[in-house]
């Protein structure tokens, strides 16, 4: 398997968990959200979050020819996860959903302490076969926090379900 098949293994892996933690926040005090409203912030969110991925990945063309282009690419990437998790904690939800939101809070910290193990690790990584190979020895961590932030937003759709509250999150 070849860097850009792995590392696109890795990614898929990561951005579905990402995309589904966009169903998932965290947090801590402040004013409790209605249903309706954590659910209309969780949207909110998770559309930003998509929207800085896709900025990123369409200046991404060549990004896996260069090993410091390829740093600067992940750097990039976990600066939005770091971003978007943020904004998830500022969320405050109901009791409701406060399970589901703190499993994917969890979920959405493991996949970003994976993403600042590749950027550290690859800090003096000097060919394109050591990025390589941390991408492939990291790949499963990365599959786990997928489906940790899977579960989590099965979870919170089924509450958005039991309330009768539409809102389609990206689950799977």
């Not at 200046?59 to 904004?87: H, K, M």
């Not at 489906?147 to 379900?161: F, H, K, M, T, Y």
Request: aromatic content about 6%; hydrophobic content about 45%; overall charge negative.
């Amino acid at each position: 398997m070849t860097f850009a098949s792995r590392w696109l293994l890795a990614v898929g892996a990561l951005t579905a968990g990402c995309l589904l933690l966009a169903a998932c926040g965290g947090g801590d005090g402040g004013e409790e959200l209605s249903l309706e409203e954590y659910f209309r912030g969780l949207e909110q969110t998770g559309e930003a979050h998509y929207a800085a991925i896709v900025a990123l990945e369409e200046g991404s063309e060549g990004v896996w020819e260069d090993v410091e282009a390829s740093r600067d690419y992940l750097a990039s990437f976990e600066d939005i996860l770091r971003q978007t998790l943020a904004e998830l904690k500022d969320l405050h939800p109901p009791a409701a959903a406060r399970n589901g939101h703190d499993k994917g809070v969890a979920a959405f910290e493991a996949e970003l302490a994976v993403w600042e193990e590749v950027n550290d690790r690859l800090a003096d990584a000097e060919s394109l076969s050591e990025l390589d190979a941390v991408i492939e020895e990291l790949t499963p961590q990365f599959e786990a926090a997928a489906e940790q932030s899977r579960e989590a937003c099965l979870e919170l759709q089924g509450i958005a379900d039991e309330n009768g509250i539409e809102v389609e999150l990206t689950c799977e």
